[in-house]
Nanobody, 124 residues
Framework: QVQLVESGGGLVQPGGSLRLSCAAS????????MGWFRQAPGKEREFVAA????????YYADSVKGRFTISRDNAKNTVYLQMNSLKFEDTAVYYC?????????????????WGQGTQVTVSS
């Protein structure tokens, strides 16, 4: 069992930056691939970024490529999402998720554990 707790969301102006964190419980964190998803009002949950168990491989949605960076610190049981050059359309609730697959997965159905989400609002 893995419990995930996101933090770091908030209100930011367009062009600004935020860093989301996701702290995981459990001794097996390093064996999970991790992902970030987001859901805007009235829209379906969408994939944002994923990282494999070691942190050696990452993958991004086209909409965030070059602006967002996913990373992990297995010693701290934490995965991060650095978000730069934020846009209005990045406004959403952001969720981190853990998959028992060790390598990158992008489908939400493949993830086994989810956090409660953290709100990111980009507004002037």
């Amino acid at each position: 069992q893995v419990q995930l707790v996101e933090s770091g969301g908030g209100l930011v102006q367009p062009g600004g930056s935020l860093r989301l964190s996701c702290a995981a419980s459990g001794r097996t964190f390093s064996s999970y691939a991790m992902g970030w998803f987001r859901q805007a009002p009235g829209k379906e949950r969408e994939f944002v970024a994923a990282i494999n168990w070691s942190g050696g491989s990452t993958y991004y949605a086209d909409s965030v490529k070059g602006r967002f960076t996913i990373s992990r610190d297995n010693a701290k049981n934490t995965v991060y999402l650095q978000m730069n050059s934020l846009k209005f359309e990045d406004t959403a609730v952001y969720y981190c998720a853990a998959s028992r697959f060790t390598e990158i997965v992008t489908g939400a159905m493949i993830y086994d554990y989810w956090g409660q989400g953290t709100q990111v609002t980009v507004s002037s």
